[in-house]
């Protein structure tokens, strides 16, 4: 299959590691539901793309390029339905999938075997949401780095160096995250990092970093959160032992709207 044309920055984006298993459902459900209409829920997120519509249309909102992707908008006949899938597989092919995830048009338009099509809607995250993730390292990395060492903190080699193996461990506790919520939003919009406290030592603040919970209660207040902090935990948990950069994609969140 041809290798992705799509750069980042004139550069090919980075490949992904391939999973032995695919990204916890609720943090799936939760981007999935963020591209179509109406919302699925747990139970039916295999049968998605059943339609023979739906993947062409997420396809067209996540890559410009897809637009015009499905040769018939409305697929009443299954020839029809397997012909837009068809094209849209091609697309995905087009940006270097895992082969192991990729079903067959027939295999999407029937909503089984089960498990292939989640591994394949795994894929698609992969692709669009964590390569681009990654490609954002070397630019937010140093960034966070700079951070940290306000709070008398700061990230390995491990985490800073390509292939970043420990980014995710040293992002997972939540200290990290809340330096930088602290240092970036407005005073006084922080309260749920220090327990109300406004002006804090850094040693003080550094006592308070103990939990996700504060975080990610602060990230959903200001509307900065792609998850919550059980999802964030779990997807961390399930990466734990082929860490891909991930936490990549919550510091670029943050990064691009902390101060708005």
Not at 94 to 102: F, G, I, K, N, W
Not at 144 to 151: H, I, P, V
Not at 170 to 178: D, Q, V
Request: glycine letters at 8%; proline letters at 8%.
């Amino acid at each position: 299959m041809p290798r992705s044309q799509h750069l980042w920055g004139g550069k090919p984006l980075p490949s992904t590691p391939w999973r032995t298993r695919p990204r916890p459902k609720a943090l799936l459900l939760r981007w999935v539901n963020t591209l179509v209409s109406p919302p699925r829920n747990a139970s039916d997120l295999h049968l998605v793309f059943s339609d023979g519509a739906t993947l062409c249309a997420v396809l067209e909102r996540l890559r410009p390029t897809a637009v015009g992707l499905a040769p018939f908008r409305r697929a009443v006949t299954r020839a029809t339905a397997l012909r837009n899938l068809e094209q849209a597989l091609a697309f995905v092919w087009q940006h270097s999938p895992h082969s192991p995830a990729m079903p067959t048009a027939a295999q999407l338009l029937d909503g089984a075997p089960r498990e292939l099509l989640l591994r394949f809607v795994s894929e698609l995250y992969s692709i669009f949401v964590v390569r681009p993730a990654r490609a954002r390292l070397p630019l937010l990395l140093p960034w966070l780095q700079a951070t940290l060492q306000r709070y008398g903190r700061r990230l390995s080699q491990g985490a800073l160096q390509p292939p970043h193996a420990t980014l995710g461990v040293e992002l997972r506790g939540g200290g990290a995250l809340a330096c930088v919520l602290h240092a970036h939003l407005p005073a006084g919009r922080t309260a749920e990092l220090h327990g109300g406290t406004s002006e804090a030592s850094v040693a003080e603040e550094e006592e308070t970093y103990v939990s996700l919970g504060g975080v990610f209660a602060l990230l959903q207040r200001e509307r900065l959160a792609p998850c919550n902090a059980a999802e964030f935990a779990a997807a961390a948990e399930a990466a734990a032992s082929e860490e891909e950069g991930g936490a990549g994609l919550l510091l670029h969140q943050g990064s691009a709207q902390c101060g708005k």
